[in-house]
């Protein structure tokens, strides 16, 4: 009979077999990094930390673009108002303008 | 995904922020207040920054060339109505278009420094746009 094949030999070499990886110090924080991403997705905070430059970039745009057309658009309804009550103001003190009483 | 269009709200609120910030702060409401009412008292005070002094002056002013203005308008129309010569009635509105100016100006004087000549800058291309054919309150009918 073959020894090296025999079963109580497999049982033996199985039970003297001892795993021994290398210990990795990172590896409680690889853990928890892949925690939080998966948890990321969830949290809009996160994701905008994340996409901080981008995100930034598009909000000093809309500010910027948001002020712009908001300054153009009073001024140009103050304008407008403004010529309307001035003509009115001259019609009504123009002698040429006006109706018989 | 939700997380874009969370941004995307975020980013499209700021600039809706920025435009109501920036609008009211280049609005002028008492201006658009007398133009609504057309109250133009009410916007020669506000645009022009007139104390209580200088518009009850000007508010006099008013008053006195509003019966000066009567007597042009009077005179004109009666023109008009006995389809006198054209030279005539062109003489009449003269005296009316000089009248007005000199009108403006007394009350550009007594506003403020430097609100007077803007006052004069607005109204006075107003008397020299003026044309006969379709303005809203003619009466031409002989």
Known sequence: ?101 | MRNWWLSLLVVLAAGAASFGVFYALNDDAELRRAARDGDAMAWLRAEFHLSDEQFAAIRQLHDDYALVCTRHCRAIINARQRQAPAGEIATLEQVCVDAMTEHFRRVASLMPAGEGERYLAIVLPRIANYEHVGAPSVQVTP
């Open chain 1, 1 to 101: 009979m073959d020894h090296e094949n025999s079963p109580d030999s497999l049982s033996r070499t199985l039970a003297d077999w001892q795993v021994q990886p290398p210990r990795s110090p990172q590896f409680r924080a690889a853990v928890w990094a892949r925690l939080e991403q998966v948890r990321r997705p969830a949290d809009w905070p996160a994701f905008a930390r994340a996409h901080a430059r981008a995100l930034g970039g598009a909000l000093a745009l809309a500010l910027v673009i948001g002020a712009w057309v908001g300054r153009e658009q009073a001024r140009a309804r103050v304008e407008a108002d403004r010529a309307l009550i001035a003509s009115a103001y001259v019609h009504d003190m123009d002698a040429r303008l006006m109706r018989l009483p």
